[in-house]
T-cell receptor
Framework: DTAVSQTPKYLVTQMGNDKSIKCEQN?????MYWYKQDSKKFLKIMFS???????INETVPNRFSPKSPDKAHLNLHINSLELGDSAVYFC??????????????FGSGTRLTVV | GNSVTQMEGPVTLSEEAFLTINCTYT??????LFWYVQYPGEGLQLLLK?????DKGSNKGFEATYRKETTSFHLEKGSVQVSDSAVYFC???????????FGKGTKLTVNP
């Protein structure tokens, strides 16, 4: 059983299109995240949801819109795709404890290429 | 704000060599510290962690000790293998949000 699964694994699309990436976790975690990894491998948080509530929203263009229908799912919708959106997008989940950090479980990533 | 600085790569070693990847952090209070590993074409996997000063995290022969006095969490392994070739990320989190701040990653290549 895959703990954090993302679909699709690869996504090639033209500029201006709208696309979605889906993420599901079966770990019972209460918090989910989207991270973007650029071509130099740098990882930056985009969003975080705790029990379906948005708790972290970094400086991300409003073309990016996360949606969490329940605490096991966090989807990412991107409107009007641009060349600079090409990257690997990682979903992750964690159980946020009081005063403790347990670390994340990551999905295997979605490689988005905008042409 | 919180930040993590790790040594620039790439690092190339021969099999059975000793590995050190330096990591230092800037944070207020007492963050939790992590090392993640990313094998080619895969997502990140938690390698080890430490949640308070002087804790030592260890896994698969890798070790790192949380040094508050030097704000460091250096990764070490006594004898690397070809299968250790990957990108290694140092990270910290603080507070209940669990937001992870990553270093820029260090690519390790181990040659037979």
């Amino acid at each position: 059983d895959t703990a954090v699964s993302q679909t699709p694994k690869y996504l090639v699309t033209q500029m201006g299109n709208d696309k979605s990436i889906k993420c599901e976790q079966n770990l019972g975690h209460d918090t989910m995240y989207w991270y973007k990894q650029d071509s130099k491998k740098f990882l930056k948080i985009m969003f975080s949801y705790n029990n379906k509530e948005l708790i972290i929203n970094e400086t991300v263009p409003n073309r990016f819109s996360p949606k969490s229908p329940d605490k096991a799912h966090l989807n990412l919708h991107i409107n009007s795709l641009e060349l600079g959106d090409s990257a690997v997008y990682f979903c992750a989940s964690s159980q946020v404890g009081t005063g403790k950090s347990y670390g994340y479980t990551f999905g295997s990533g979605t490689r988005l290429t905008v042409v | 704000g919180n930040s993590v600085t790790q040594m620039e790569g790439p690092v190339t070693l021969s099999e059975e060599a000793f590995l050190t990847i330096n990591c230092t952090y800037t944070a207020t209070g007492y963050p939790s510290l992590f090392w993640y590993v990313q094998y080619p074409g895969e997502g990140l996997q938690l390698l080890l962690k430490a949640t308070k000063a002087d804790d030592k995290g260890s896994n698969k022969g890798f070790e790192a000790t949380y040094r508050k006095e030097t704000t460091s969490f250096h990764l070490e392994k006594g004898s690397v293998q070809v299968s250790d070739s990957a990108v290694y990320f140092c990270a910290l989190s603080q507070g209940g949000s669990e937001k992870l701040v990553f270093g820029k990653g260090t690519k390790l290549t181990v040659n037979p």
